[in-house]
Structure formats: structure tokens, C-alpha cells
């Protein structure tokens, strides 16, 4: 797959894009031509000599002036006492008009060549500084020259070389490494006092400053104002209020088919898209997406974004970097029929960022692998793929992490640099269990600093990296970690394909899977007990009635959500701590979304008035509350509130304390009795209640269903109120595919090396 050169669309010419491109500086250009024209005319008056090749547009205005500043700038500090005495000379003889016409000439070519020469010959660095530039300029010429040492300029002892990473071994357990809260980026007062004033003419809530800021920066009121609908880069504005705004601003300028609009629109569907977890769209769906907006033409819509740069193109099937095969001529016999080529449009990050982990994974595969010459311990099947690979795959369920983990031990054993990375703190817990705590990481924090260490090239120390739950990987995350990796280094991503896909674009792990340019080993464990079974079942597609002698699995009917949501509580409250002896805490509920009337809002309002009723005083929360928050985007954390100050509030995660700053707390903070599944990817409890009330049904799908169940370790109970749609889900609904470039990408750059 092949991106176009930026500014081309599909079925344009050279000739098109260039003219698009020129257009919007047509005038700038008109207008340097007049002023280069006019400068040069003056040259050439007072020269007889045309300007040199290597003549400017500086040049030639410096010159102009030159009877005056030229004369300036000859002497030392702008002294200009040789100037006043030869005009002040009164014993001069006098001249004739023509000889002083002449001689003036003459001294203005003089000065030209001069400058000229000034500026044709070689400069000398630093030759105008002055003060504490100076010096510092003399000190850096002295200790490159060996006159005198760096300590004699910089005071303290020289910093100690830095250690080299420490070898994982087995210690006391320790608690995983808090997620630092994010920061709202500082805004000016006036920047913000600026927007605020643009919404309100506009007619949207004052309360948007701060994102409008955060995602157009400090010159947010400018650029609202000469496009409104550049209020589509606040997440969460519709395109519906988007024209309302333009509307209040524009009044009858506002129009339907304004490029704006459509440039906004195109952008806004390609992040929608990428929520979704597609990395690029289809031309024809943007297409069709856009005349759903009410823009009259969007075949010059599309082609207008390409040609501005708003988005990228790309033709799917042409692999990166290679020539695409000459068409036969038509009529040509024994010519087959030439295939249709998908052309995709995509917004960079996600463009570079696929590119980017496309080159990383085919550096890992193509460099030799580092070793230290001692022999791996013996293994299963993974452990010898990873020995003779830089890039291994690694498929299974919950009990397939034992494998995973087993492969960071035997590279320690062999004398490498071994970590394992896991998606969530209590993935991380559970990777600690069977590597130790000093080998177990999560993703976010190898990303942050809080992992092995880096070496003097700015990578990982790594030798071997395992990442568990590689389906949550995103493609930028991918991106920098891949990134992070030194050549040579071992790379095994494993987890289970049967599980939710990543909550940012792209679907990474499953890619790899379809490449197969590397080493793939599916894992044959299965996950034990009556859960394990149910959910190896709901994994091809089939939901089986399993033995459950000790009531591991428990299926509650409910008529509608109102009873759903008696039912959840009372299962967590009372019948699982009671007859399964696993405590509320133990205990999550998993439902299908945030609203509806069995949703998360909905349990969780329920769960508090039965668990923990209080008034709610720090923003709706009291101490005590489970909770869930979310650091970034596709990270969930759950804790406890422990209180609140100035600063925010104060959680416990898993023995971690963590501060949501105050201005986050509405939008990243939320109860956690109940989670989607969504959420929950990544974390497993002791017991799960699993709520399906009757208007979840068209929410169902077989990877959702796979997901809710292996959450459960020893006990699941599930909350059924859809009827036939749950076995219909398992059976027949699939996840709606993403659209990506990954895959190809691979292919294609390693058929290019080979």
C-alpha cells in the first residue's frame, strides 16, 4: 500500500495539484515579484553592472540604501563623523550638476561591490557577539582548543557515569508504580477570556474554553474565528452544533458548501473513525459520510482536504515502496482483468504512526538477535521460537500467560536482559506472580521511565521483551515502544485474539497475526474449571451448558432492568459473599455500556445507596467509593477514594496512591462497582456478575460476550434478560472489522529486504 504524494487525489493531474497547491499564495507571490522589479530597477540605474547570481532579495534592499546605511555600518559603533566633515567641508570646489551626478554614481557602485564582497566572504562565527554571549562563545572555543577544561567554566564535580541496568532477580514483592495524573496544559487569562468571548457570540457554552484552548492553542479565538468550524477539534462537539456556532458567526456567509465546512467535516469523520479503531476510511466511505452532512458536492470536497494536506491517500494493495505493475494495453489477449484499487484516506498520526511500527517490527525481524553466547535452558514450543527469532507471536487464554512468563525466566537463565510488559497494574500483578516483581512491568510505565532503564543510545536495556495483553495495544502505543527497542532485541507480543480490541486505532496484534512473517505458536492450555470451559466454548462460537457442581456458573433470569438491577445487587451484596464466600470487594459487576436503565450509571447509583450511602461531597464522591479512573484514554484503574483537598481527590489503587487533580475528576473519575467490558479488559476479580438486560441486545457481540465472561476467575454469575440474542450474539455477530494499513505495510517492506 503506497501513500500518494500529499496534495494529489485520485484521478488528478500533476498539473491540478500544483495549480491547487500555488493558489492560495498567488498574491503574496504578485507582490515580492513587484518589490523585487522595483529594487532591482534602482540597482541597475545606479550601476552599470546587473546584479550576480548570487545577489538576494536582502541584497538588493540593503544596497538600495546604500548612501546611507552603508556608510553607517563602515564605521566602528555607527559613528558617522566622516560622513558630516566630507558634507561639511566648506573650502570644496564647485562642480557641475553632471560631475556630481557622476561621481555619485561612481561612490554608490563602490559601495555595492563592497557589500557584495562583505557578503561573499567567509564569516567569522560569533564576530558580533558581545556580553555574556561572548563569553560563553571564548569558553567553548577554549575547551574544544584545550586551552582549558570544562570545570574551569562550570562549577561542582563532573556527573557520575551512569550504571548500567540491573539484572532482574527474585525479591520481596513490590507495589506497582501509580499512573501520574494528567495535566491540564496552562492557558493564558486573556487567551481564554478570548474564546470565551467568541462562544458567546457564537452561541456555545463558555464552559468549552478550556478544550477549545487545549485543542487549538493559544491563538483559539483567531482561529474560530475565521473558521467556526474548526470547534469540531473540541471531542464531543457534533457537527450539528458546529454549524449552529458558524451560523451565530457568519450569519448569511454561512453556506452548506463552504470548503471550510467540508475540510472540518472530512477531519472529524477520520477521528470518529479512528475512536472506532480504524487507522483509515475508504475514499467512498468519507464520500458518503460527507453528502450524510449535507455537503452538495463531496467528490470536490474530498479532493479539495487531499489537495490542502487535511488528510493523507493511500492505495490499498500497492505495497509500501514498490513500483506498481504496468497495466497491458486494453484489447491485449490473454490480459487479465485489472483488479479495483481501494483507495484509503487517513489523518497523519495514525499514518506515520502505522508506518513507523511497520519499519520497527521489520527491523527487529531482519537484525541478527543479541545473544551472549550461553545456550537458552531447554523449553516448550515458545521458548525455542524465541530463541531464533526477533519477532515471535504468541496466541491462548488466561493460562497461556504461564508460557509467556516462562519465556522472561529462561532468558534471564540464559544471561540476557529479560522484562515482561503487561496492559493493566493488575496484569502486571498477576506477571509478577510467575516472573518476580522486578521483571514485571506495564506498558505505560516502560513508556514513562519506570522500567529496566535505557542504554546510552536512548533504548530499553533490553535483551527480550514480552508483551502480555497485546491486543490492547494501540498503533501509536505499538509505535514508541517498538521504538524503544534496541536492535537485536527479541520481541514476543501474546494474548488472546478472542478478547475486545484496543481502545485507540489500529488492531496490532491481530495484523501481526495476519502478516505471518514471523514465528506464530498457539498455545495448547486450556483455562481450567466449569469458567474456563464456558468461555473456550463462547471462543468458537458455541454457548454450552457446563457442570458446575460447586455453582461456578450461575445463570439469574431477569424480566426486565429494573429487575437486572435489583438482581446485580443483590448478588453482589449478599448471595455470592454468602454462598460462594467471595466478598463484595472481590466482586465486579460488568454491564454492556455507561447509560441505559441496567447501564454503569445506573448499577453503580444502586451499588453506593446498598454499599457505601453517603451525600457525595467531593464532587459526588464519598471515602470509601470504588472507583474507576482513567489516566488516558483506554487505561482504566480502579481504587478506593481515600479524601479530598485543594489539590483533588486522593485514591488508593492497590496500595498505590493516586491524585486526580480537581479539574479531571468530572470527566476522568467515575464509581466502579459496575464497568464495561471495555473497561474491564485486562483485570480479572474473583467473582463477576455479568449484567444482559433486555435493551443490551444490539449491543452483543461473540467478542464482548468472551471478554465479560474470562474476567471471572473462580465464579460467574450472569444477569440474562435477552433471551435468544445472547446465543446469537456468541454464534453469529462479529466484531465490526477495522480498517488498517499494518498488514500490508509488513508484507510489503519485507519483500522488499528480501
Known sequence: MTALPQGSAPGSTADDTAEAAVAPDITEVAADAETADAETAVERAASDTPAGPGTTDADTDADANAPTDAARDATPDGDESSTADTTAE????????AAAELAAQRELRARIEQRKAEKEAPIEAGAKLSGPAADLLAAVRAVESGEKSGAAFFAGPPPAPRKPAPTPVATAPVRPRAPEPARTPTTSAEALASVRDVLTRGGAPEALAAQVTGALGEQAADVLGADPWQLLAVPGVRPEQADGFARALLGAECRPDDERRGAALAGWILEQAALAGHTALAADEVRKSLAARSVPDPDTAVQQVIAEGVVLVFQDGVPQGAEEPEAPE????????????????????????????????????????????????????????????????????????????????????????????????????????????LAAFTVAGLLSGAGPGRDADGALALDVLVVQDAPQLDVETAAMLVESLPDGCRLVLSGDPGVLGSAGAGRVFADVLAARVCPVVASRLPDPGPVGELVSGVGIGELNQVEAPGREVVIVPVRDAGEAVHRSVQLLADSIPRAIGISAEQTQVITVGHGGSAGTRALNAALKQRLNPGPGRFGGFDPADRVAYAPAPGRTVTGTVVGADAEGLRLDCAGSPVLVPKERVESALRHGWALTAHQATGMRWPAVVVVLPGDAAQGLNRAWVYTAFSRAERHLSVVHGVDQALPRAVAEVLPAPRTTRLAPLLKGLLMTAE
Open 90 to 97: 566648506p573650502a570644496a570646489p564647485e562642480v557641475s550638476e
Open 330 to 437: 486494453s484489447g491485449e489477449e490473454g490480459a487479465p482483468p485489472a483488479e479495483p484499487v481501494d483507495v484509503l484516506l487517513g489523518l497523519d498520526r495514525y499514518a506515520l504512526a502505522e508506518e513507523s511500527l511497520a519499519d520497527g517490527l521489520a527491523r527487529l525481524l531482519n537484525s541478527p538477535v543479541r545473544d551472549d553466547g550461553s545456550a537458552w535452558p531447554k523449553g516448550g514450543e515458545l521458548v525455542r521460537a524465541v530463541a531464533g527469532s526477533g519477532l515471535v507471536a504468541h496466541t491462548g487464554g488466561e493460562a497461556a500467560r504461564a508460557e509467556s512468563a516462562a519465556v522472561v525466566t529462561a532468558a534471564a537463565a540464559a544471561g540476557l536482559r529479560a522484562a515482561g510488559a503487561a496492559h493493566t497494574a493488575d496484569g502486571q500483578r498477576r506477571l509478577a506472580e510467575l516472573t518476580g516483581p
